[in-house]
């Protein structure tokens, strides 16, 4: 057995040298030098995994894997219009059925006050998911200012060279570093950040909404259409079974017409989309209501749980400064303040400090304008306006504050009252407010 394999191994290890001799050679054809250049190259990534002492199998699952991400990287790009055109299709066919096909079944057997609570939260509905999701697509998540490069305490990207502060992170499709990143969807072609991720889950939550009021509400007529249509397919199997025995005309003719078919194949197409879209994106509507109870994102849930481990083999407890409570986080995503209506007012929410833009309200730019140029104001405080991405409440403002004062004051042993940049900072926003 192994005199066969050196017979078998001889040839080929003769051919190869051959092949890297001429390959070496300068008046070899491009082609083979360029053979032989991929050969060495392989070799040399393949030594570097296996042969290599400061690599492991993280490095080699790395590697293997680094095709697949520049392939997600590279082709999700331009995945993102494609999906976007398919929610718009799939919504615009669910629309067009229940206009055609559900509304003159119902016009004749529904009361006239059933039928104006079905036309009234129907339309709401729709005209919310639209908004919604024109306004995720639209809105930009939010970008660091590029032209800022004097905060010290803030971080600097390594991909875009960029100052980043906190809560931020770098997209790898967009590109681009991203307030309060959430993750990038391919389902709105853009990044669910600070700007529309409140957009983003408003969409999600009425799309629920709406998918599970469609399926409730076509049960009925899904199961009388699944039913004709198994007759239908009874009476196609009896025709080709007549045809086939030479007494198609001793048959009666179909009782079903070409409309009632497309009419019940629409209802069963309606039925299943609308409840596996209510199930799916339902799932994804509670993870992200769970997660803006904690005050946290997608990202961040997991560098939470990395440091809630770490700390833990420490025997400390882990706090996460932006959760300020199931309620206060609500009213932070919504742009809701006490006392004032339900309804999230203004297209997007405010940021402090150097996020200032052009559309907010007068009072807002001066308490940021104020916020970043107190007198003598530690600079780690004047940051903490860049770490509230999501602040609009003055009242959750000044417990951030106050918190931020008392870490820092413990951090450097000093009494834990509040300094006297925080205590000017309330009694200004108490002044506004």
Known sequence: MQGQRSLLLGPARLCLRLLLLLGSRRRCPPLLRGL?????????????????????????????????????????????????VLVIVLTGSIVAIAYLCVLPLILRTYSVPRLCWHFFYSHWNLILIVFHYYQAITTPPGYPPQGRNDIATVSICKKCIYPKPARTHHCSVCNRCVLKMDHHCPWLNNCVGHYNHRYFFSFCFFMTLGCVYCSYGSWDLFREAYAAIEKMKQLDKNKLQAIANQTYHQTPPPTFSFRERVTHKSLVYLWFLCSSVALALGALTVWHAVLISRGETSIERHINKKERRRLQAKGRVFRNHYNYGCLDNWKLFLGVDTGRSTAPCGKILGLMSSFTQANRSSSHRLE?????????????????????ATTSSTCCLRKHLNGRAEILASQQGKDTRPTAEVTATSHMLKEQK
């Open 368 to 388: 940021n304008r104020q916020l970043a140029t107190l007198p003598g104001a530690d600079p780690n405080l004047q940051v903490a306006a860049l770490e509230l």
């Open 36 to 84: 032989v250049q991929r050969w060495r190259y392989g070799k040399v990534c393949l030594r570097s995994l296996v042969y290599n002492s400061f690599g492991g199998g993280d490095t080699a699952v790395d590697a293997a894997f680094e095709p697949i991400y520049w392939l997600v990287d590279n082709v999700i790009r331009w995945c993102g219009v494609v999906f976007v």
